[in-house]
């Protein structure tokens, strides 16, 4: 069978053919580029979280200089009119501090939270107190936020100087 016979005209495509791999018969040299390669990306990595560490301390500084912390929510009820006249008051719901924009005048609110035990806690909360309030509350989320992300570098910081001593341990041998 000729190169010409094994052309399909039909599909206009030719058998390709087939290459084996060529394998040495000496030992693979240890990528000694990858290995520092690795190295200097674990470095880049674990500088990268220090810095966001140190990010995160000053940031936080800077939020607990800003005023109150509030670990807290607010709440809301408004009013429905009723077939005899009179308002129904709706069921409190919790209030996005972030997205809070206005106060309606004749809704009721209350600040909630827990206490050491665990238990909720209410009180009512004035319309004249609901933007401090509201902040104190956000710079509680900030926090919050900041360290949920700094334990989670911690977390990362351990796993890889747990494996590091490991390594070390394993090549001293």
């Known amino acids: 069978m000729s190169i010409s016979e094994d052309f399909d ?19 693979q040299d240890a990528n000694i580029g990858l290995a520092a390669h690795m190295l200097q990306e674990m470095y880049r990595m ?17 939020i607990t200089a800003s005023g109150p912390v509030l670990a807290a929510w ?12 009179k308002s129904i008051p709706t069921p409190y719901q919790p209030i996005d501090p972030i997205s809070l924009t206005t106060i309606n005048p004749l809704a009721n609110y209350r600040l909630c939270g827990l206490d050491e035990d665990g238990k909720l806690w209410t009180r009512p909360c004035s319309t004249a107190e609901i933007w401090n309030v509201r902040s104190a509350i ?5 926090l919050k ?20 001593v490991h390594l070390r341990l394993k090549l001293e041998d």
């Open 9 to 27: 005209a039909d599909s206009n495509t030719q058998l390709a053919a087939v290459q084996v791999p060529r394998f040495s018969h000496f030992r």
């Open 46 to 62: 674990v500088t990268q979280w220090q810095q966001e560490l140190q990010e995160i301390e000053q940031h936080s500084l800077e």
């Open 74 to 85: 607010l709440e809301t009820q408004t009013f429905k009119p009723g077939t005899t006249g």
């Open 138 to 142: 956000v710079r509680y989320q900030q």
């Open 145 to 164: 936020n900041l360290t949920d992300r700094q334990s989670k570098i911690e977390l990362y910081i351990r796993q890889i100087l747990e494996d590091l």
